[in-house]
């Protein structure tokens, strides 16, 4: 299977493209009916930088680790208070992908480094194209709102996508 790209991008992408998605309500990833309440914390917190990707895109572990570590969060301080790492921390682990979902990937701290994400957004894929992870209307694969028109919204249905030309 050939990759579009090496999914290797910064912490602030990575941050900004959480953000964007963290002003949601709910989540659902294309395929899964499961919706998701987001909480506050999550949104404020985690949303301020990049889209707040939905908890079932990563294993509990990753999230774990991810929030062990956000004092060099993809190159960033992302520290947080000991309650709302708390918080957001369970709030992570309690809707994460379990062990036999399709998304579970215990070690990946990168959505765009999982099995599930590299399939579904390979070369040729539906019309992807290598070229479009680097264009200016998409720059990364932390860049949801790109090509899902509703992201913002948590819906990554097949019928949002619309692919920047």
């Known amino acids: 299977m050939k990759t579009l790209i090496d999914f290797s991008f910064s912490k602030a ?6 953000l964007a998605l963290a002003t949601v309500s709910g989540v659902a990833v294309a395929g899964d009916s499961k919706q998701f309440n987001i909480t506050a914390t999550y949104k404020e917190e985690c949303g301020s930088c990049h889209v707040a990707y939905p908890p079932q895109l990563l294993s509990r572990e990753s999230w774990r680790v991810l929030m062990a570590g956000l004092d060099d969060h993809f190159g960033s301080d992302a ?14 682990e309690s809707n994460a992908a379990g062990r036999a979902d399709k998304f579970a990937a215990p070690g990946n ?11 579904e957004h390979r070369d040729g894929h539906d019309g992807l194209t290598l070229a479009m992870w680097t264009s ?30």
Do not use: M
């Open 79 to 92: 520290s947080l208070d000991a309650v709302k790492t708390r918080e957001v921390t369970a709030y992570l």
């Open 13 to 18: 992408a990575v941050l900004g493209a959480a």
């Open 109 to 119: 701290l990168r959505v765009s480094q999982t099995p599930w994400f590299r399939k």
């Open 136 to 165: 200016p209307a998409v720059k990364s694969p932390a860049n949801c709102g790109a090509c899902h028109t509703q992201a913002e919204r948590g819906d990554y249905s097949e019928n949002g996508i619309r692919l920047p030309r």
